[in-house]
């Protein structure tokens, strides 16, 4: 994938984010560090979690009796995520309203891109190159510019 001199390239996932600005040209990218944030506050669902789902004994036979029993905890993990993704999603269109960013590249694992897809502005949308369904949060700077070369 080439990515053009001066885009944004997003890598994320749920806790993490990294904002790269490609300061080469499209051919030969040389991303640099433009801005990054780590959710500290997220911790694993387990930690959070207050007590296991259930109910009464017996309840299970009369929820489905009654079309339901289903009583499972809200993941409080995965939803932390999925509102990091969407912050990140009103941060990129901060940055396109004010025109930071003429073209942006997306990398973050599918489930992610999903959530971010669903919070995209018109001109966030409007100025997206690409995406890349991968978790590249753990990556070096040069492993990132390496998938993108490689990325169609």
Do not use: C
């Amino acid at each position: 994938m080439r990515v053009p001199h001066n885009a944004f390239v997003l890598v994320a996932d749920g806790r993490k984010m990294l904002f790269l600005r490609n300061e080469g040209d499209a051919d030969i990218p040389n991303l640099q560090v433009a801005k990054k944030r780590v959710d500290r506050h997220n911790p694993d669902h387990n930690e959070q979690a207050t007590d296991l789902a259930g109910g009464a004994p017996g309840t299970r036979t009369a929820g489905a009796q009654w079309g339901g029993g289903n009583m499972d905890e809200a993941d409080f993990h995965q939803l932390e995520e999925d509102r990091f993704a969407a912050e990140t999603a009103g941060l990129l269109k901060e940055w396109a309203l004010r025109d930071e960013f003429e073209s942006l590249i997306v990398v973050a694992p599918p489930r992610t891109l999903g959530e971010l897809r669903k919070h995209y502005h018109k001109e966030v949308t409007d100025r997206l190159a690409g995406e890349i369904g991968k978790d590249l949060t753990g990556h070096t700077v040069p492993q990132i510019e390496e998938v993108l070369l490689k990325a169609e």
